[in-house]
């Protein structure tokens, strides 16, 4: 297992369309996580899945934003009509539920432009 | 909520010992943690305090004093490519981790 992996790693769209991202995480992590990271700000929280079942989700997530985690594995990121303001990096991470040690696994996230 | 305070920019020279601080506001606390982000890459884990007091990995030391709601890293010997950003991330009532703002650290030669 090399990790968190998402894809695509970067992401042009135009204002008004739809976007979907993917992340696989570390196979035995039952713990997944999306956040939003912009220029010079830290990860901003969006979403937490528990094996399938999507545990929190931000009160600044707007109803455009719609995550899931279908067999507790990979989770999908979409947003729909997308706008200037959701251009962002948008990271996954990762966690081990059984030995808790402070620590997600981040991948590389996915980088949206939106013109 | 959840809020983090940490300095936006430290420089420092090569060698040198530097310290990130960090306070936090938070209802329910599970614990600290640090990471580091070089420019375009994943933030990657540098170390969790859940309990009072210092610890140490290698060059990098935490330290957590939740009585003040407090923590710093400490990287000493630093090297070039200790230039990056260094977030600190408090979780508090949930498994959520919330993170700071984000310290620039530079490293002049």
């Known amino acids: 297992d090399t990790g968190v992996s998402q894809d695509p790693r970067h992401k042009i769209t135009k204002r008004g369309q739809n976007v979907t991202f993917r992340c696989d995480p570390i196979?035995?992590?039952?713990?997944l996580y999306w956040y939003r990271q912009t220029l010079g700000q830290g990860p901003e929280f969006l979403t937490y899945?528990?094996?399938?079942?999507?545990?929190?989700k931000s009160r600044l997530l707007s109803d455009r934003f719609s995550a899931e985690r279908p067999k507790g594995s990979f989770s999908t990121l979409e947003i729909q009509r997308t706008e200037q303001g959701d251009s962002a990096m948008y990271l996954c991470?990762?966690?081990?539920?059984?030995?808790?040690?402070?620590?997600?696994?981040f991948g590389e996230g996915s980088r949206l432009t939106v013109l | 909520g959840q809020s983090l305070e940490q300095p936006s920019e430290v420089t420092a020279v090569e060698g040198a010992i530097v310290q990130i601080n960090c306070t936090y506001q938070t209802s329910g606390f599970y614990g600290l943690s640090w990471y580091q982000q070089h420019d375009g890459g994943a933030p990657t884990f540098l170390s969790y305090n859940a309990l009072d007091g210092l610890e140490e990995t290698g060059r990098f030391s935490s330290f957590l004093s939740r009585s003040d709601s407090y923590g710093y890293l400490l990287l000493q010997e630093l090297q070039m490519k200790d230039s990056a950003s260094y977030f600190c991330?408090?979780?508090?009532?949930?498994?959520?981790?919330?993170f700071g703002r984000g310290t620039s650290l530079i490293v002049h030669p």
């Open positions: 196979s035995e992590h039952n713990r």
């Open positions: 991330a408090v979780k508090g009532g949930s498994y959520i981790p919330t």
């Open positions: 991470a990762s966690a081990a539920q059984v030995l808790d040690t402070g620590e997600l696994f």
């Open positions: 899945f528990q094996n399938e079942a999507q545990l929190e």
